[in-house]
């Protein structure tokens, strides 16, 4: 067993079981779980009698609602960069395990999973949409951009969704995340503890979903994907916004007054994020989000975003540039730009994922 309170990881029968354990928290993720979980996984990918690892979050609101946005907020307004890149570096390391992990890796999401939980979740061969599964991936709201690997996923979901979830943050349930690709199967949440049992027992993983899970109502956004794929498809923010306007259903209007509360800038990375990331392997796409993370928590943005939302509340964030119209091409450029000897180092996962 690998533990820290936060993290609970032990072997249950067949399965590696982890616990998010900061219900307190919405489960956010903290240095001290991204260690403990990649430890765990290290130990049980030599264990033969681990058959599968299972993945839960404590509590019944969330499985992990992200990051420890505040602890990052207060690092980095005091300037200390370097404690906020070692986390995100350890982060998306472990992002590249989990997505690499030679055995089924079952994330059990019935409850809130935004950023950070997406990233300890969908990334696994198998993802299970519980009653309670609420995904968001909201960051463009608080001045930082869609991480996590969502520059790899993000574009892979049906249609242009990605690029809609990306810059709206819109909520996604059970249904829709199965629609999307975000989930594999539903399961009901009174069903969840007979499917985690039957992995304990050894049984097949896909044999054992395919027994306890059942359908999801369909939601909006699968019901909107014509609106998503024409609006969404454009090259530009503001052909989006045109496109959107000229709709002029409620979801269209809806979905165009959700991006203009972003920031502007955020905004213009998150839509290049869509358009290179469909090309990109996942090693190189997460390689591309510590670039962007690298510039993003030297810029004003976050801290202003989070201040906004998180720490004064006002819901007034003064964003820098202001307008989306304001937003260039050479501005997006520089936060993409390489790092040279700063660049994310993946050699030691990828070498214990072969």
Avoid at 5 to 16: L, M, N, S, T, V
Avoid at 56 to 83: P, V
Avoid at 159 to 178: E, F, I, N, P
Avoid at 183 to 191: D, I, N, P, Y
């Amino acid at each position: 067993m690998t533990t820290t309170d936060e993290a609970i990881c032990r072997r249950r029968g067949a399965i590696g079981h982890i616990t998010l354990n900061r219900p307190q928290a919405l489960n956010a993720l903290t240095l001290n779980m991204v260690r403990a979980i990649s430890r765990a996984l290290d130990m049980w990918d030599g264990d033969s009698a681990i058959r599968a690892i299972v993945v839960e979050g404590a509590g019944d609101r969330a499985f992990c609602a992200g990051g420890d946005i505040r602890l990052l907020w207060e690092q980095g307004t005091a300037g200390d960069h370097k404690a906020q890149l070692d986390f995100w570096r350890e982060e998306y390391a472990l992002n590249v395990r989990i997505k690499r992990y030679p055995k089924p890796y079952v994330a059990v999401i019935d409850g809130i999973v935004m950023g950070g939980g997406v990233g300890v979740s969908i990334h696994g061969s198998h993802r299970i949409a519980g009653d309670g599964f609420a995904f968001a991936m909201p960051e463009v709201g608080i001045g930082f951009f869609p991480d996590v690997g969502a520059t790899w996923f993000l574009p892979r979901l049906a249609g242009k969704t990605g690029a809609y979830l990306g810059l709206t943050g819109a909520r996604v349930k059970a249904g829709d995340a199965v629609a999307l690709g975000l989930a594999e199967a539903h399961v009901s949440r009174a069903k969840i503890p007979d499917l985690v049992a039957a992995l304990e027992a050894g049984e097949d993983v896909e044999a054992a979903i395919a027994c306890f899970q059942s359908a999801a109502a369909s939601g909006p956004i699968a019901q909107n994907r014509a609106v998503i794929d024409v609006a969404f498809s454009a090259d530009g923010l503001t052909e989006i916004l045109a496109r959107l306007a000229a709709d002029g259903s409620d979801f269209a209007k809806e979905a165009a007054k959700a991006i203009g509360q972003k920031a502007p800038l955020s905004l213009g990375v998150a839509l290049r994020q869509m358009q290179v990331g469909a090309g990109l392997t996942f090693e190189e796409a997460m390689r591309t989000e510590f670039r962007i993370v690298s510039r993003i928590c030297r810029g004003p943005n976050f801290y202003e975003g989070v201040r906004a939302t998180i720490i004064d509340k006002d819901q007034k964030p003064a964003w820098k540039p202001a307008r989306i119209e304001d937003v260039t091409a050479r501005d997006v450029d520089a936060i993409f730009a390489p790092l040279g000897a700063d660049e994310l180092d993946l050699a030691g996962v990828m070498e214990a994922a072969s």
